[in-house]
């Protein structure tokens, strides 16, 4: 579910991101239901340049069985050791083409930083990540 809008300068939003598991698999296993929230904030400071400020919630329950292909004494095969919480924020800029100058071109980046992580036994922790992206429209 996602709600947005703009003004001249300004864009605002949020979105609902779920993943949920209705049953399980035929060897009664099914991977952790997946919770994210989102809100954003842009500033356009001209036609062509726009930053965005995002904070992103998530939540990933653990696995629901257990895989008898993933077994050991190994942190990695408990099944109680997957998901957790994490709390993100993200960093954007956008470079628009307009007025006949690249007109329909997009560039996007975007850094994200970890704010807050409480995973679900010993795991692998986020670090921060980067995105770019391209896209013209015609």
Partial sequence: VTYSGHSEKF????????????????????????HSLSGWGSY??????????RLTAEKESEIDGRDVMIAGPVQTANPEFYGGKR??????????????IMDGHRL???V???LYQNLNGPQM??????????????
Avoid: C
């Avoid at 709390?87 to 006949?100: R, T």
């Avoid at 670090?127 to 015609?138: E, I, K, P, W």
């Fill in 44 to 53: 356009g400071w001209g036609d062509n340049v726009r930053s965005s400020l």
């Fill in 87 to 100: 709390l993100e924020l993200g960093l954007g800029l956008d470079l628009i083409g307009s007025h006949n």
């Fill in 125 to 138: 922790q986020r670090d921060y990540g980067f995105t770019v992206g391209y896209s013209y429209a015609f």
């Fill in 11 to 34: 864009g605002w939003g949020a979105q609902y991101k779920s993943r949920i598991h209705l049953s399980e698999n035929s060897q009664d296993y099914t991977l952790g239901d997946t």
């Fill in 112 to 114: 994200t930083l970890p």
């Fill in 108 to 110: 996007g980046a975007e």
